[in-house]
């Protein structure tokens, strides 16, 4: 630089203070310290290599390589195009205005958590602190920033919108179709996927929250609620209709109008039949004719009635019946008793008379046990017999009694007297006759009758110790108990101790039907037995399985298996008496002590076992 101020060739150190180029003091480029050019500022806003304050004009191209920070939108001034137009590049750094056309292209979207200080219409701002799409829109009333995408109504008059991604969705912001808010949907809902529903989390379509239907809901499967509430204003017609059983397994008693597996609030009508397992409580209940199948009602409680307000059924007020009343128990009327608009007073039990009696009015005299009447008459009024002893005059027909009724004691048979009864003709009785519970021996009779006896007393009795001194020459046979010569309906007692006293046949005994003595039942010997031929049972040896308790029938029964056995279950009369049965074991069980059997045993194939119980241990004791 020479003595004029004029920078003449050569070189400018600026290493130790900056280089400044003035123009009549006033500041316009300088060069500091640190090699940065400064254009109309003296102090340095960073490591810059070029500085500028204030607007900075460039006629032709600015070419800067690498990455460029210009800052806000509005310090860089491009001039050229039109409004709406935008820089497209060309790939090789070069920058010209463009038009947007509809379908070849798209404007550049702006992506931040803040709209675009300046915009232009159509410009698009993606807002990511929200995740949604803008669009810059300029009316009449100005710019403002309005969403890309709006709830849209689809009209009828365009294609149903089809959604055709596979995305499943597991919760409420995954899915093909994801929706922030609620949806209304005014017709029908089908969900497909076919997955069961098992919970209030499983099926094809999962609802976290509640659900508004405004139409129908069809169900093809099982309605599973914790609470089922149907509100009558919702339906007006049919509640629901099904096909299907409805089955409440809720088990909670009922004890008012608002408790119970299932409550009403309104009524409830029932076509067909009603059973109920517990007691039916009601304010009123009205039974119609033909509500029923056949018209009738079953009470099949056994409550005993003894009063108005007891009995299984109980009826506060009146009741009217058109038909019979048949009662199987006794009749209690605590005021008056009306037949065919007739009056009966009820029947007073007592030992005195009432002391203001009506006529009509009834007495049953418990103190001699007869029933008496209040008759008025023009005499005044008294009480006479209700029931006179009648005498039969003998201008009428005789007293015939058709009732077939046997007799079996004093108060049974077609005619009950409870006095005495005088006979002044014969007396023709066709069968057996007793007199005090003895039965009435007769020349009819004593060829084919005789009693029972145990010491010196009865009917009929053979004192004889040596010789028969009664003969039967009746010789009718005997096939049942109630046939033959000699027919005994009790027991028999022969105290002949000195030589037989019954010599029956020497028929060979061989099956039950065939021997000198046949006992269709059980009998009894109350002394010794001796015999001279063989005792044999009647009864073919079954086969039975061990087991823990087996339940022998038989005298002799084949047992089978390998399961031990610990008890016996004694038949009668064994069980009362004692007695012995034979196994005949077919297979190697065992027998243990653990239950009614005295001693282990082990079974051996083929070998009898003997088992003898004794009623008094009720234990069985076995042969080995």
Same mark, same amino acid.
């Given at each position: ?42 102090? %340095? ?12 004009? $460039? ?17 860089? *001034? ?16 070069? !920058? ?33 602190? +929200? ?67 098992? #919970? ?44 299907? +059983?409805? @089955? ?50 079953? $009470?099949? #409680? ?24 048949? !009662? ?20 007073? &039990?007592?030992? %005195? ?37 009648? +005498? ?12 077939? @009724? ?12 409870? /006095? ?8 023709? *009785? ?47 046979? /005997? ?38 003595? *046949? ?45 031990? &056995? ?11 008496? /004692? ?17 009614? *059997?005295? !001693? ?5 194939? #083929?070998?009898? !076992? ?15």
């Amino acid at each position: 630089m020479n003595s004029a101020g004029a920078l003449t060739t050569g070189t400018v150190n600026a290493s130790s203070s900056p280089i400044t180029f003035s123009a009549i003091n006033s500041l316009k480029v300088s060069i500091d310290s640190n090699g940065y050019l400064l254009i109309n500022t003296a102090t %340095s806003g960073g490591s810059y290599f070029l500085q500028v304050q204030g607007s900075t004009y $460039i006629a032709n191209t600015l070419t800067v390589a690498g990455v460029t920070n210009l800052g806000a939108v509005g310090n860089v *001034i491009i001039t050229g195009g039109t409004s709406g137009q935008y820089l497209s590049t060309n790939g090789a750094g070069g !920058l010209s205005w463009a038009t947007v056309t509809g379908g070849g292209g798209g404007a550049s979207v702006t992506i931040s958590d803040s709209a675009p200080i300046s915009s232009s219409a159509g410009n698009l701002w993606w807002d990511s602190s +929200v995740g949604n799409l803008a669009i810059y829109y300029v009316d009449a009333a100005g710019g403002q920033w309005v969403d890309a995408v709006s709830s849209y109504v689809f009209p009828s008059t365009v294609n149903n919108l089809n959604i055709s991604t596979a995305t499943q969705s597991v919760s409420t912001t995954t899915g093909a179709l994801v929706v922030t808010g609620g949806v209304g949907i005014g017709g029908n809902l089908y969900v497909g996927g076919g997955a069961a529903s098992t #919970s209030t989390t499983t099926g094809a379509l999962v609802v976290t929250g509640g659900v508004g239907i405004g139409g129908n809901l069809n169900v093809a499967g099982t309605i599973t609620s914790n609470q089922l509430t149907v509100q009558y204003t919702t339906i007006t017609n049919v509640t629901i209709i099904t096909t299907d +059983v409805f @089955t409440l397994t809720n088990t909670t008693t009922v004890v008012s109008t608002t408790t119970g597996a299932l409550v009403v609030a309104g009524g409830v009508g029932i076509g067909g039949g009603l059973f109920v397992g517990g007691a039916i409580t009601a304010t009123s209940l009205t039974l119609l004719s033909g509500e029923t199948e056949q018209g009738n009602v079953s $009470i099949l #409680s056994t409550t005993s009635s003894n009063s108005t307000t007891t009995g299984a059924l109980t009826v506060t007020g009146g009741v009217g019946i058109g038909g019979n009343l048949n !009662l199987g128990g006794s009749l209690n009327i605590g005021t008056t008793l009306l037949v065919n608009g007739v009056t009966l007073n009820p029947v007073t &039990i007592s030992d %005195s008379a009432p002391a203001t009696p009506a006529a009509g009015q009834l007495w049953w005299d418990s103190n001699i046990g007869n029933l008496a009447i209040y008759y008025v008459d023009t005499l005044g009024g008294q009480w006479v017999d209700a029931v006179s002893s009648y +005498v039969f005059p003998s201008s009428v027909n005789n007293l015939s009694v058709t009732t077939s @009724t046997q007799s079996a004691s004093t108060t049974t048979g077609a005619l009950v007297v409870a /006095g005495g009864v005088g006979v002044g003709g014969a007396l023709y *009785i066709n069968t057996t006759s007793f007199i005090a519970n003895s039965q009435i021996i007769t020349t009819a009779t004593i060829g084919s009758y005789a009693a029972s006896n145990t010491g010196t007393t009865g009917t009929f009795l053979i004192s004889n110790l040596t010789t028969a001194t009664y003969n039967i020459a009746n010789t009718s046979t /005997g096939v049942t108990t109630g046939t033959g010569a000699l027919t005994v309906q009790g027991g028999v007692f022969i105290s002949n101790t000195a030589s037989a006293a019954i010599q029956l046949s020497a028929t060979t005994a061989s099956n039950t039907v065939t021997a000198a003595l *046949i006992v269709a039942g059980g009998a009894y010997i109350g002394g010794s037995i001796v015999y001279n031929g063989l005792i044999a049972t009647n009864a073919t040896a079954t086969t039975i399985a061990s087991a823990a308790t087996i339940a022998p029938v038989t005298q002799i029964l084949y047992v089978s298996g390998t399961t031990q &056995i610990t008890t016996i279950t004694a038949p009668k009369p064994i069980s009362v008496t /004692g007695g012995q049965i034979t196994l005949i074991p077919t297979g190697l069980w065992t027998t243990a002590a653990t239950g009614n *059997i005295a !001693l282990a045993s082990t079974a051996v194939v #083929s070998k009898a !076992l003997i088992m003898t119980y004794d009623a008094g241990t009720a234990k069985w004791y076995p042969s080995y």
